[in-house]
């Protein structure tokens, strides 16, 4: 089975950094589209960012370009999400997603199998 373990997750002040991580196992990583989601509270999940198979192509949520980076290492089966002058509104648990069925990542959480545990992440004002 495959399997998403995000961490790297905390609590930070507005303005800061965190650095996320997904580890994956089992499957075939290089096959795989991976995308961040994230769900605050009352919220509905939102997609944040996506990287293609290869690592060539990446899209993001609005909101965090600029700001977030999104990246993949496909010999050691990690996507990592980089998140640059936080806001208290980035407050959320941070999600770790696979696709198995596209090359390029879609926004659409509904277009991914594998989700992680998710991890917390909260910006303080």
């Known amino acids: 089975q495959v399997q998403l373990v995000e961490s790297g997750g905390g609590l930070v002040q507005a303005g800061g950094s965190l650095r996320l991580y997904c580890a994956v196992s089992?499957?075939?990583?290089?096959?795989?589209?991976m995308g961040w989601f994230r769900q605050a509270p009352g919220k509905e999940r939102e997609f944040v960012a996506g990287i293609s198979r290869s690592g060539g192509s990446t899209y993001y949520e609005d909101s965090v370009k600029g700001r977030f980076t999104i990246s993949r290492d496909n010999a050691k089966n990690t996507v990592y999400l980089q998140m640059n002058s936080l806001k208290p509104e980035d407050t959320a648990v941070y999600y770790c997603?696979?696709?198995?069925?596209?090359?390029?990542?879609?926004?659409?959480?509904?277009?991914?199998?594998?989700w992680g545990q998710g991890t917390q992440v909260t910006v303080s004002s």
């Open positions: 089992g499957g075939t990583f290089r096959s795989y589209a």
């Open positions: 997603a696979a696709d198995e069925d596209r090359v390029v990542a879609s926004r659409s959480a509904t277009s991914y199998g594998y």
